[in-house]
C-alpha cells in the first residue's frame, strides 16, 4: 500500500470532501448569478429591440460591463461581474423604461437571505455583543461587514418601516376572520408590565397576514379601542365576520363598540388552560378529554351535550371550573355557525400563538427586550418575516360565502341541507 494513502484518514477525506462540496457550491452560486444578470440585460434589451433613432440605431445597448463586486452570501463573497446598459436615449424618448436590475441593485451588497439571517438570529435570542461571534461562525472570516453595529442600524430601519405600515390603507381590504391577543413582556426601565396587542387576520382570498400591532396599557378596553379605531380610520369600515380571541373584556367590549355586527368565538385552548388550572391535578385529564369532546364533537348538539355532562361533573366539587366554561357558553360554539373546513382555523387562537413563541423564547434569554419601542419592533418584524411562510386556510373558496352572511348549520350550508333532505 502506498505509503501516503495508508496516512490518509477518515476525517482527513472527510473534510477534505466538505471543503471540495463547498467550492463546488460556491462555483456553482458564482456562475448562476452571473448567469442571472446576463439574462436580465439580455431580456431588457430584447424587449426594446424595435425601438431605434431616425438613423435606424436601437435606443438600448449593451455597453461593456461594471467593475466588478462581491456579493456576501450564505456561501460567502460570491463575485459578479453586472452587464452596463446604455438606455441614454431610451429615457429621453421613453420617459420611466430606464433599466434598473431587480437582481443586483445599484448599492446591493449582502444576499437579502443574509439580511433576514441577521433578524432571525436576533429574534433567536443572540445578543447584540454576540453577532460577530454567531455570523463568523456561520459565514467564516468573510462576515466583516455584519458586525453588531448591523443590529442597530437594522433596528432603526425596522421602526421605519413599522410606521409606514401602521399608514397602510385598508379602504380596498376585506377581511373575514381576525385573531386577537396580547403578549406581555417584562421590559427594562418600566414600572408597567409591557401588553404587545396583535391582530392577525385572514382576508377574502384565504390569506393570512398581520392586521395590527402596538402597545397597550395591559389589554384594557381603551388600548384595544384606539387600536380599532385606527384601522377604522384607514379604511377598514366593514368589520370581519368573526373575531377569535380569550375572554380578556378588554377586546370583546371595544369590539362590540367599534365592530358590533362581528361574531364572537372565545379560544378553546386558553379556556381549556383556565378551567384545568382550577382544578386538582388527579381530575385535571378526565376534564381535559371532556373539554376536547366538546370543541372535537361533529355538530353542536353533541357539542352541547358534552358541554352538560361536564357541567353536571364538577358543579358541586369544583364551581370555579364550572363557573370558567359557563361564563363563554355561547361564545364558545359559535364556530359551528362556519364552514367545517375553517374550523381548525377558528377555534383557537393559535396562529397568533404559535408565531410569537419565538419572541417570548428570545425574552426569556435575554431577561427582557429593552425599552417599549424595541419590544414592539421586534415583535412586529418576527411577525412579518412569519407571514412569509404562512400558508391560506383550507376552503378558501367558502370565504366568499362568510363574508356574504350566508347561513351554515354545523358546518354546512343551509341551502346544501335543505337540497339533501
Known amino acids: 500500500m502506498n505509503k501516503s494513502n495508508s496516512q490518509f484518514t477518515p476525517i482527513q477525506e472527510k473534510n477534505d470532501f466538505s471543503r471540495s462540496l463547498e467550492e463546488i457550491l460556491h462555483q456553482g452560486a458564482t456562475q448562476l448569478l452571473q448567469l442571472a444578470v446576463e439574462a436580465e440585460v439580455d431580456s431588457f434589451i430584447e424587449k426594446f429591440k424595435v425601438a431605434v433613432d431616425d438613423n435606424g440605431h436601437r435606443l438600448a445597448v449593451r455597453n461593456g460591463y461594471h467593475k466588478e463586486r462581491d456579493i456576501l452570501s450564505s456561501l460567502g463573497p460570491v463575485t459578479v461581474k453586472q452587464p452596463r446598459v446604455d438606455d441614454r436615449k431610451l429615457r429621453e424618448r421613453y420617459p420611466g423604461q430606464e433599466f434598473s436590475s431587480t437582481i443586483l441593485p445599484k448599492y446591493l451588497r449582502r444576499a437579502p437571505s443574509l439580511d433576514n439571517l441577521v433578524p432571525a438570529l436576533y429574534l433567536k435570542g443572540i445578543s447584540t455583543q454576540d453577532f460577530p461571534t454567531a455570523l463568523k461562525a456561520i459565514l467564516g472570516d468573510d462576515a466583516k461587514n455584519l458586525s453588531s453595529n448591523t443590529v442597530v442600524r437594522l433596528k432603526q430601519t425596522w421602526l421605519a418601516e413599522y410606521d409606514q405600515w401602521c399608514k397602510r390603507d385598508l379602504s380596498q381590504k376585506k377581511y373575514v376572520y381576525i385573531w386577537a391577543d396580547g403578549i406581555y413582556f417584562n421590559v427594562r426601565c418600566d414600572d408597567t408590565t409591557s401588553c404587545i396587542l396583535i391582530i392577525l387576520a385572514a382576508d377574502d382570498k384565504g390569506n393570512k397576514e398581520l392586521l395590527a400591532v402596538s402597545d397597550g396599557f395591559r389589554e384594557s378596553k381603551q388600548s384595544w379601542i384606539e387600536m380599532l379605531l385606527e384601522l377604522k380610520s384607514r379604511g377598514l369600515m366593514i368589520g370581519p365576520s368573526l373575531a377569535v380571541a380569550d375572554g380578556a373584556l378588554g377586546f370583546w367590549a371595544a369590539l362590540r363598540e367599534i365592530y358590533p355586527d362581528t361574531t364572537e368565538q372565545r379560544c378553546w385552548v386558553h379556556k381549556t388552560a ?106 412586529f418584524k418576527l411577525a412579518k418575516e412569519a407571514q412569509k411562510r404562512w400558508r391560506k386556510l383550507r376552503s378558501f373558496s367558502l370565504m366568499a360565502s362568510v363574508l356574504a352572511g350566508d347561513t351554515y348549520i354545523d358546518g354546512v350550508l343551509e341551502t346544501e341541507l335543505k337540497k339533501a333532505a
Open 274 to 379: 383556565n378551567i384545568l388550572d382550577k382544578l386538582p391535578k388527579g381530575v385535571q385529564g378526565k376534564a381535559k378529554k371532556m373539554i376536547h369532546n366538546m370543541y372535537l364533537a361533529e355538530n353542536k348538539k353533541s357539542a352541547l351535550a358534552a358541554y352538560h355532562l361536564f357541567i353536571e361533573s364538577f358543579k358541586d366539587k369544583y364551581p370555579k371550573a364550572v363557573h370558567c366554561l359557563e361564563k363563554d357558553g355561547d361564545e364558545l360554539f359559535t364556530f359551528y355557525n362556519f364552514p367545517a373546513a375553517h374550523w381548525q382555523h377558528i377555534r383557537t387562537t393559535n396562529p397568533i400563538e404559535s408565531t410569537f413563541a419565538t419572541v417570548r423564547l428570545r425574552t426569556k434569554r435575554t431577561k427582557g427586550c429593552g425599552s417599549r419601542e424595541a419590544t414592539l419592533m421586534m415583535v
